[in-house]
């Protein structure tokens, strides 16, 4: 096998990967180096987001949210199920097999693309080199026209309470347990935190989610972040805000959380926890001394616009480097450094990445908070149509939650638009595409959607920001 590629693409996660694929499929040589380790000590590529990320976690949102309307919503709709129960290791196994479809994919992918997958650890060594290590230990030393660094991001350690694997674990651990913890501790209401908690809560689990923050979800819109609250809390998630945790008693029977807030210490006790509280870009290991490769105090990859590090033979995508961690934006990165290295125009939308987070009801936005266009002092309309008011949405017995669109005064530019209710995440796409398009919310207005969809809820939210909203009183 040739040591010489085009492309050498370090990370097969969702910035690795496509990258890879993109540049093969502009007609380059691409090697894949990917050191990602299961359980059971086998490699596969996808990364966090398929091995025990985005993908698992949907996986287990979907079956604990079955059981939940089973339980809590089938009545309504004259459906009498007596007794109904869960087998967590076919929920587990369901999963598992999900995840193993969609790593094997890759491969496939790979396969069909030409590019050799080459999994391992990968260390760049210079502007062209890099150094391979597969599992056997046999280094080998690949030159490459052009690197690409995606070494994405682990889960952040809390010091006073260290995973152990056991009883305190992180949000891999979180998707692979094999029994309900009666008591689960949550540590962070970040989007991680929350769909964990809320997998759990849905099974059975006592969940407390412990938030250092006074405020929740303060990236989000805040008449959102009330609403999610609000609709967490009755589902029995006991969010604490102010409590910031100090430390962890484990032993055999549990764990006793010290924390504190206004009131005072506090301890709470559980059967597990999960720390939730971030990733971290990933970059041990990943860099030769004197690379000229420039990583910042916070351990992230510094790259400009177009994720060219300040070597110009070497870029870097994803976690690792500045901007929000998901999935989505560190694809549309690979597939931007893979243009450029092929020599074509490449450019990621930085303004419009979408934000999910997928509990009950799902939470999806793009663009401005109410809160972010009120500082910037421009004058703003807004909006909000309430699911309930949705034909579709009260079929559906999915009626709590609301869209909301955001807009300039001056231009009419949509400059935000939130969604909490029934497929928010898939709803959201349509503003995205709007925003994307740098569309009016006249245009918004005018474009027919389907009845009875939820998609109609955006458009009236859209009419609402010009009191024109048909479906609901205006105000
Ligand atoms: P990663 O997916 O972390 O991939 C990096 C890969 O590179 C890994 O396989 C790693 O082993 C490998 N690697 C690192 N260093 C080296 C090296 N030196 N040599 C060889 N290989 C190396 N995002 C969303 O958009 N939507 C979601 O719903 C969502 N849900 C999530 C749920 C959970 C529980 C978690 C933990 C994350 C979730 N995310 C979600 C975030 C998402 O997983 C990440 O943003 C995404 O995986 C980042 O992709 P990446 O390719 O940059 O990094
Ligand atoms: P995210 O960054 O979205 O994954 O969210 C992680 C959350 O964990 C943030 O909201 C943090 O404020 C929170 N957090 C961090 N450290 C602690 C701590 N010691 N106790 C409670 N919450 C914490």
């Not at 309900?180 to 006592?206: D, N, Y």
């Not at 959102?224 to 100090?246: C, F, H, N, P």
């Not at 961690?325 to 243009?339: I, P, Y």
């Not at 017995?397 to 928010?424: N, Q, R, T």
Request: net charge negative.
């Amino acid at each position: 096998m040739s040591d010489e590629f085009d492309v050498i693409v370090i990370g097969g996660g969702p910035a690795g990967y496509p990258a890879a694929l993109r540049a093969a499929q502009l007609g380059l040589s691409v090697a894949c180096i990917d050191d990602w380790k299961n359980t059971d000590g086998s490699q596969s590529f996808g990364g966090t987001c398929l091995n025990a990320g985005c993908i698992p976690s949907k996986a287990l949102l979907e079956s604990s949210e079955w059981y939940h309307r089973a339980q809590h919503e089938f009545a309504a709709h004259g459906i009498t199920l007596t007794g109904a129960s869960f087998d967590l290791a076919q929920m587990q196994k369901r999963k598992n097999t999900i995840v193993k479809t969609s790593t094997q994919g890759i491969l496939g992918l790979f396969k069909a693309a030409k590019v050799t997958p080459l999994p391992g650890h990968g260390r760049l060594l210079a502007a062209h080199r890099v150094e391979y290590t597969p599992a056997d230990g046999a280094k080998r030393l690949l030159t490459g026209k052009a690197i690409v660094l995606a070494s994405g991001s682990v889960p952040m350690a809390l010091p006073s309470v260290p995973f152990d694997g056991g009883r305190v674990l992180d949000s891999w651990g979180a998707l692979d347990m094999t029994e309900v913890p009666k008591r689960l501790g949550v540590i962070g209401a970040g989007v991680i935190g929350l769909e964990l908690g809320s997998v759990w809560r849905r099974l059975g689990s006592e969940v407390v989610v412990l938030e250092a923050l006074d405020g929740f979800l303060p990236m989000a819109d805040q008449q959102v972040a009330q609403e999610a609250r609000k609709q967490l809390s009755k589902q029995g998630l006991d969010i604490r805000l102010s409590a910031k945790v100090t430390g962890a008693e484990v032993s055999s029977a549990g764990v006793n959380l010290a924390y504190t807030d206004a009131t005072g210490s506090h301890t709470l006790s559980v059967d597990r926890v999960v720390v939730a509280i971030g990733r971290r870009a990933r970059t041990e290991g990943l860099l030769a001394d004197n690379t000229g490769v420039v990583v910042n105090a916070r351990g992230v990859i510094e790259v400009d616009a177009q994720c060219r590090t300040a070597v110009p033979t070497v870029y870097a995508v994803g976690d690792c480097v500045r901007g929000p961690m998901l999935a989505h934006k560190a694809k549309e990165e690979g597939v931007m450094v893979a243009e450029l290295i092929a020599g074509h125009y490449g450019a990621v939308d930085y303004a419009n990445v979408p934000s999910v987070i997928y509990t009950t009801p799902e939470i999806a936005w793009v663009g401005l908070t109410e809160e972010q266009v009120k500082a910037s002092g421009r004058a703003y309309k807004v909006g909000v149509f309430p699911f309930m008011a949705s034909g579709r949405a009260r079929a559906m017995e999915a009626g709590s939650g609301f869209s909301k669109v955001i807009a300039a005064v001056d231009d009419d530019a949509l400059l935000g638009v939130h969604v909490i209710g029934p497929m928010a995440g898939e709803l959201i796409a349509e503003a995205v595409m709007a925003m994307s398009y740098s569309a009016s919310t006249e245009d918004l207005q005018r474009i027919m959607h389907a009845h009875p969809t939820l998609s109609e809820g955006l458009h009236e939210a859209a009419l609402a920001a010009d009191k024109r909203a048909i479906d609901y009183p205006n105000r």
